[in-house]
Structure formats: structure tokens, C-alpha cells
């Protein structure tokens, strides 16, 4: 019995990632579906345990995430809206769950491979998607004729704010240029052209959303993905600082400011500080509880009442940072940006045993892992749609579970069969 027991156990582990992206991707559709997806992924610790008597493999930012989770049971208290905060929590454990499912699933090479190719089919489903749901501001940038958004009608009521989904993008996207540029030698024809297919659709849609935190968060992204990969790409560092100096001078800091602060849902640099001036005061009002997942808005308009803007308009912070200390106080946004900086350094790792190995194609996926938390990190200077109460938010967490991954199977690897040379 009990045999037959672990035997059925272990075939559900072995299905985990499946199911549990599912359950996420019904939690996208409807916020219904939020606790049935903990629940689903909560079970799977069991199942694990009955298969191979642990809960789940460790990884390095156990500590971090354990502190992110004390928050929960915190923000639940301090919140003034429990209706909204309860589905806020529910993303953030769903997304916890989600990169332990990817940790644990992702053991061997054969399953790494189906997860980045996931990874990357899922930017082109979603980019696909945005021509039929995202309302498209093509007022902001000129470099867009307007008659393009005539062939991108709305076709769902569900709409999707294009800040949304080029957040989304932009940190999946740099996975399939890494691939692309460390990797093109190893690919056979047909994959080269699955990958550029891929990045060329992703691109397109990145530059008709016109979002100017995406959009220079691919600027740098590209920039440093070069360096990486070229001898000769460092010469873009001080070319393209020229050219941003050449630009101020021309045209004033103040306007190249106001150019780089404008969004969909904000016009200019004024308007941003005075978001952020309020994020401020929540941080210094509440610094060790936040004000509760979700309530920014409410809070704002009650509290710290904004001249910009009317009533109802601004739900966020407009900065990620800003939004996760607001959300879960000073331990909250520490516990976030220890588990940013664990995966910057393990990417990095995972690039070096790549380079080290000889193996461009995992050289290429720390070099895009660590372009993905690049743009993670610089999107989110002006925005935090990749934070909490966006339906797309657990897959910053399936990218940082790739990167434990990753760092499981090749760095780990390389470093064990360099020591045993070593003894050797």
C-alpha cells in the first residue's frame, strides 16, 4: 500500500509544473480561481514528500522568501481592504508556489529545454494576444504611424493596459535574445528561425506599446547583452552616453526628462514625483507593516489625497520598489530585493559555467536570465506592473525558479567537476 502510495506520488510530482501552470493560468482568467491555485500548489509540498520524504529542494533565496511570507499574515492585518489584499496575497503565494514548482520540476536537461522553449512560446501567445486586447495609446511616439493601430482592433471586453503587457514582455524577451546571440551556432535552421520569429514579434509589440520604461529597458538590455556577447560591444557604452549627452545639451535635461517619465497613464516627470512623494509618506507612516497588498489607491486618495490627478485614477506607485515597500513595509521590500540580487548573482553564475563549459546555448540563458532581472529592475524604476496586482505577476517568479534551475543543473555541475579535476 504504501509503496503503490509513493508510486502514484511521484508520477504527480512528475506532472507538478504542468499543473500548476494551469491553475495559474485559470487564476489569469478569473480571481476565483486565486485559492485553488495556493490550495493545488500547496498539495504538491505533500506529494513531494510522500514521493522523496522532503517538501522541496532548497535554493538560495529559502531565507528571503521565508521573510517575504512572514509579511503575509502582517499585510492581512494591517489592511483596511481585506477583499482587495486577499486576492493580492493570493498572486504572491501563487507566484511563490509557482517557482518552487519550476525548481523542483526542472531536473534534468531534457525538462530545462521544455521550460525555456515554454518560456519563449509564451511571449510570442502573449504578444500575439496583445493585437486583439491591448488599448493602444499611439498618441504618444511619432516613430508609429497612427493607421498601424487601425489593423489591431479590440476584440475582447477584458482589456489589457499596454504598461501591462510590454512589462510583461520585456522580461521574457531577453531569454530568447540570449539564446539568440550566444547560441546561433548550435541551433539548427529551423530552430534560428523559431527564435528570430520570436524576437521579431515580441520587439514589434514592444514598440507599438510605445511604453517608455519597457522600451528603455530594452535599450539597456540589447546594450548589455552585446557587451556580453561581442569583444567590440563595450565601444556602444561611451558611443550611446555621447549620444544621450548630445541629446540633453540639444534639448535640455528637463525635456529629456519629461520624454522618459511619460506613459500611457501619466504625462511627465511632475506627475511621477507627486506619486511617489505619497509612496514616501506610506513608507514613513507604515514602515514595518505597509498598508496592505492592493490598497494603494484607496489609501491615497483618503490619506494622502494627490493635486494631479482625480480620485480613482492612480492604483499604484508607478515604481516597483516604491510599491513593495508600500505593500509590505521597509522588511517586505528588503526580503524582494535580497531575492533580486540572489538571482542576479546566480545567473551571472549559471552565464560563467556556460562560458566555462564551452556551452554557448546555457551561456546564452544567463546572459538572458540576467537581462531579464536588468529589465525587471529598470522597468520598474517608472512602473510596477510586474508587482502584485497584475494577473501576469507569478512569472517574474517562473523566471527567477529558470534561474535556480539553471544554476542547479550547470553551475552546481561545472564547480563539483572542477573541484574533482582539482583532486585529481
Known sequence: MIKRLRKLAAYLASIELPIMSLCVLASMVSTRALPWAVVVGGGFWLVRWLAYGYLTKRTPADLS??????????????????????????????GMLLYYAVVNWTSTIQRFRILVASIIFTSVILAIYAT??????????????????????????????????????????????????????????????????????????????????????????LLVLLTMRFRWGWVLIPLISLG?????????????????????????MQKRVEIWSRALYMIQDFPFTGIGMGSFGDVVDILYPLFLFEPGRIAHAHNIFFQVAVDLGIPGLIAWLSILLIMIVISWQVYKAGYIDGNNLITGVGAGLLGSLLA?????????????????????????????????LFY????????????D
Open 244 to 268: 544621450v549627452f548630445v541629446a540633453i545639451k540639444i534639448w535640455g535635461f528637463g525635456a529629456a526628462l519629461e520624454v522618459v517619465s511619460s506613459g500611457v497613464s501619466l504625462d511627465g
Open 65 to 94: 522568501i521565508i521573510l517575504l511570507a512572514i509579511m503575509v499574515p502582517v499585510t492581512l492585518w494591517a489592511t483596511a481592504l481585506p477583499e482587495i489584499t486577499h486576492q493580492q496575497v493570493y498572486r504572491l503565494l501563487t
Open 376 to 408: 525587471l529592475a529598470f522597468n520598474g524604476i517608472v512602473d510596477s506592473v510586474t508587482w502584485g496586482m497584475v494577473r501576469p505577476a507569478p512569472i517574474v517568479w517562473v523566471l527567477w525558479g529558470l534561474a535556480v534551475a539553471s544554476w542547479n
Open 132 to 221: 486583439i486586447s491591448v488599448e493602444w495609446a499611439f498618441y504618444k511616439l511619432p516613430l508609429i504611424p497612427s493607421r498601424v493601430y487601425d489593423y489591431l482592433p479590440t476584440l475582447v471586453q477584458d482589456t489589457i493596459n499596454p504598461n501591462v503587457m510590454s512589462g510583461t514582455l520585456i522580461i521574457i524577451l531577453p531569454i530568447t535574445l540570449g539564446l539568440l546571440l550566444f547560441g546561433w551556432k548550435q541551433f539548427r535552421t529551423w530552430e534560428r528561425i523559431v527564435l528570430a520569429s520570436a524576437a521579431i514579434i515580441v520587439t514589434a509589440i514592444l514598440l507599438i506599446g510605445q511604453t517608455r520604461g519597457a522600451l528603455i529597458a530594452f535599450g539597456v538590455i
Open 412 to 423: 552546481v555541475l561545472v564547480r563539483q567537476q572542477t573541484s574533482s579535476q582539482n583532486v
